[in-house]
């Protein structure tokens, strides 16, 4: 559906020169819910801008549909746009028209009867869920209500793709999870590409099938979610995932821990389970068949898309070769395994295991 080749972009000032896009590269297919995380700063707005050409880049192809974006007339572009919806962090309704003339709008010039136009327009209420709102003006309206109504007028005329410009940003929890369901409704009942932007990694998780991490302007690492999720290769996307699970900080107090306990031999790992493995009792195995003991220190479990996927910090002591034996059973069972400290020879575990020691 959607096509990035070589995509750059550069902002240029008398005392500055930003590189925002630095020959971006992504395959978005159709009915994909498509997120792009990043910092601030990393070039994820200045992206999804160039999807529908708000921003040109300055080198690259944008190609929607096997239709080159960049090699169309502005007449063509304006046609083409039409099936590009676009939502915003602020909404951008008009202030002066109620809630049925926002939805209407782009409607005008499309040679629809009155009756058309207001068969449509109620429809697409009824769709996010605003119907009875129709008359009300935008500053009658909470935050959610409004991006409900910025979703309706995106979907006016009947787009292939929708791109999300930090959509929840302005929005508490509860409205963000009621927008972030709205959206997977519509992907689902319009067969909708969407792209979304958002710095926060509990967006991803809750929508997306697959995601593109930003860096400095480029893409570091780009994959489904589960994957990202279960092994994730860029430090930054470890950054956003540790965050989002809240890790980092039961990380370091499990190794505080670890340390004041140890008397014998002994390893912290994190564990991720993904699927099936999830609801296994592997550590019990553990325990019964390798004599090793199995302290758990913090767990969760969760759905990522549907997928069972959880997270153990655990503190194997007992017989060196045997806790070995047992990090390498789970590893056999699609476990992995990142050794965290432990009291012996470093290198040793990390020969022995084949782990990355961090």
Do not use: W
């Not at 195995?285 to 655990?314: C, H, T, W």
Request: overall charge positive; proline content about 2%.
């Amino acid at each position: 559906m959607i096509l990035l080749e070589n995509v750059s972009k550069t902002y240029e000032s008398k005392r500055l020169t930003v590189e925002a896009l630095k020959g971006v590269n992504l395959k978005i297919e159709g009915g994909d819910i498509f997120g792009i995380i990043g910092y601030s700063g990393a070039g994820k707005s200045t992206l999804i801008r160039c999807i529908n050409l708000l921003e040109k880049p300055d080198t690259g192809r944008v190609v929607i549909k096997d239709v080159d974006l960049t090699a169309l007339s502005q007449k063509q572009l304006r046609k083409q746009r039409e099936k590009i919806g676009m939502i915003f962090q602020h909404f951008n309704l008009m202030n002066r028209r109620n809630v049925y003339e926002n939805v209407a709008y782009p409607l005008k010039g499309k040679g629809l009867s009155k009756k058309e136009v207001e068969e449509k327009v109620f429809k697409l209420l009824e769709l996010v869920g605003i119907k009875d709102k129709v008359y009300s003006y935008p500053s009658q309206l909470s935050g959610g209500q409004k991006q409900r109504v910025a979703i309706a007028r995106a979907l006016a005329n009947d787009p292939e793709v929708l791109l999300c410009d930090e959509a929840t940003s302005a929005l508490d929890p509860q409205n963000t999870r009621a927008i972030l369901g709205l959206l997977k409704e519509i992907n689902r009942k319009l067969n909708l590409t969407i792209v979304l932007i958002t710095h926060q990694m509990d967006v991803i998780k809750e929508i997306c099938n697959k995601v593109a991490v930003m860096e400095g302007g480029e893409v570091v690492e780009e994959a489904g979610v589960i994957e990202v999720f279960s092994n994730p290769k860029a430090n930054i996307t470890k950054e956003f995932i540790a965050h989002s699970v809240g890790s980092e900080k039961l990380d370091k107090a499990a190794e505080q821990e670890f340390l004041r306990n140890a008397a014998e031999y002994e390893v912290a790992a994190r564990l991720l389970f993904v699927g099936q493995a999830a609801g296994q009792a592997f550590i019990s195995k553990i325990s019964i068949e390798y004599g090793v003991m199995a302290s758990i220190l913090f767990g969760s479990i969760e759905n990522i898309q549907d997928v069972p996927f959880g997270r153990l910090n655990v503190r194997f002591s007992g017989n060196k070769a045997k806790v070995h034996e047992a990090i390498k059973y789970l590893e056999r069972n699609h476990i992995k395994v990142e050794v965290l400290k432990e009291n012996g020879d470093i290198e040793s575990v990390d020969a022995q295991c084949n782990r990355v020691i961090s």
